[in-house]
Nanobody, 125 residues
Framework: QVHLVESGGGLAQPGGSLRLSCVAS????????MTWFRQAPGKEREFVAAIRWSGGTTRYDDSVRYRFTISKESAKKTAYLQMNGLKTEDTAIYYCAASTGIWSSIASRSRVRHWGQGTQVTVSG
């Protein structure tokens, strides 16, 4: 079992930045990808970014590529999502997840094995 706790959400102005953190505990993370999803009001939960815990391979949704950066700090069992150039359409609840699979399938919610509780990101101003 993997337990995930997100933090770092809040309010930002368009063009601003936020950094989300996801601290993991429990089972070893080496079999997993750490993934970020988001869900805006009235919309389905969608993939944002992923990083393979073993090796560091990354994947991004086109909507956030070149603005968001996913990273990890193995010693702290923590994954990060650095969000720059925020837009109002980035407003959502952001969820950290531990997923299994290969690069081509990792964006699917069906690959998620463990979810965090979510953290609200609001871009307004």
């Amino acid at each position: 079992q993997v337990h995930l706790v997100e933090s770092g959400g809040g309010l930002a102005q368009p063009g601003g930045s936020l950094r989300l953190s996801c601290v993991a505990s429990g089972d070893p993370l080496s079999p997993y990808w750490m993934t970020w999803f988001r869900q805006a009001p009235g919309k389905e939960r969608e993939f944002v970014a992923a990083i393979r815990w073993s090796g560091g391979t990354t994947r991004y949704d086109d909507s956030v590529r070149y603005r968001f950066t996913i990273s990890k700090e193995s010693a702290k069992k923590t994954a990060y999502l650095q969000m720059n150039g925020l837009k109002t359409e980035d407003t959502a609840i952001y969820y950290c997840a531990a997923s299994t699979g290969i690069w081509s399938s990792i964006a699917s919610r069906s690959r998620v094995r463990h979810w965090g509780q979510g953290t609200q990101v609001t871009v307004s101003g």
